[in-house]
């Protein structure tokens, strides 16, 4: 009888393993040249991971990333052996690494490549996470997103900003502050050649601007001087959001909001951790927790804050700026 119940406990095992595996979604990582991609294999694939990154795994990493902007470069052979003592396959290609896994993380740290990367990412139909930015320009933002929708794959994007607990409370208007009227935010805002404006690091501020404002903006006016940006938004309800992008002094990430009943502080950076649960969220139900609508509006507030700048300052049309994107385009 003994050994009949073991024999019992040895099938049981045997048949339930198949069934166990199928429960690990497995992750791969293009672009090893930001600490963006060795934080999230670090959080997944350590010891003692927490609940919400349980039955994930990084599997296999394509390293490229950026072979021209020298800071970003310059990280991949130290990233590459960092995220390998964790267990990931380094892969020759971006086509060989979509063999191994079922979802994407595009972390290229350059955008100029995002276009590129996030096509064959796409056509394979598997479900991709991309890194700011979405891509180095507007007219690639949008033929991302119909990309994305001519292949039926979900796809989204941002700022581990909007992820800031407060942004989020804020968001939500459950505080005791009231309904956010107005904002004041700013950020990091280093200039990169190949980047249009606020592409490259302003995004962050602009996303916390858009966060705890939502969508609405119809127009935006930004002036610039060597150390500073500072671009105004009108929203559609008369409201009023500012952005500041600092390039000298502090390097920070943060802002003011101006609410109903009380002005307080906006939230800064807070980690990885709260980005990368909506991300894993996402793998695993497929829907996208920022609407692509917004996300395209960040990108187009943005766009239009570059027009502003070349006409010194005017104010210029949100509508106008998406429709000569989506005209180019289709060119």
């Known amino acids: 009888m003994k050994h009949y119940f073991l024999l019992f406990i040895l099938i049981q095992l045997i048949v339930t393993l198949p069934v166990r595996s199928q429960y690990t979604i ?15 294999v670090e959080l997944i694939n350590g010891k003692n991971p927490q609940p919400e990154f349980e039955g994930f795994k990084v599997v296999a990493a394509f390293p490229y990333g950026s072979r021209n902007i020298e800071s970003s470069a310059k990280r991949i052979p130290e990233y590459t052996e960092t995220v ?6 380094i892969s020759s290609s971006i086509a060989n690494m979509l063999k191994e896994v ?30 700011k930015p979405i891509a180095a320009t507007l007219p690639d933002v949008l033929t991302i997103y119909q990309l994305a929708e001519k292949y039926n794959v979900p796809i989204y994007s941002s700022s581990a900003l909007r992820f800031s607990p407060k942004n989020q409370e804020l968001r939500a208007g459950v505080g005791t502050e009231g309904k956010v009227i107005g904002a004041d935010c700013y950020s990091i805002c280093k200039n990169e050649a190949n980047h249009a404006g606020f592409y490259w690091y302003g995004i962050h501020g602009v996303e916390i ?9 119809t127009s935006v006016s930004c002036i610039s001087t060597e150390s500073t940006d500072v671009a105004v938004g009108v929203w559609k309800d008369g409201r009023i959001g ?26 800064g950076y807070t ?21 692509k609508a ?22 210029v049309s949100m509508e106008e700026t998406y429709t000569k994107a989506l005209k180019a385009v289709k060119k």
Do not use: W
Request: aromatic share 10%.
């Open 26 to 40: 497995r992750l791969g990582i293009i672009g090893l040249d930001t600490s963006h991609s060795t934080a999230f």
């Open 84 to 89: 390998k003592k964790y267990g990931v396959k």
């Open 102 to 131: 079922d979802c994407v993380f595009l972390e290229t740290n350059d955008g100029t490549l995002h276009l590129e990367q996030a096509t064959e990412v796409i056509k394979s139909g598997k479900t991709l996470f991309i890194d």
């Open 209 to 217: 601007l858009f966060t705890i404002m939502k969508q609405g903006c």
């Open 242 to 267: 500012t952005y500041r992008g600092i390039r000298e002094g502090v390097q920070t990430y943060g802002g003011t909001a101006i609410c109903e009943k009380q002005v307080v502080a906006a939230g």
């Open 271 to 291: 980690g990885y951790t709260d980005l990368l649960k909506s991300i894993l969220t996402f793998f695993k139900t497929k829907v996208p927790p920022v609407d």
């Open 294 to 315: 917004e996300t395209i509006e960040i990108y187009t507030f943005m766009e239009a804050a570059n027009e502003s700048i070349r006409q010194r300052g005017k104010p």
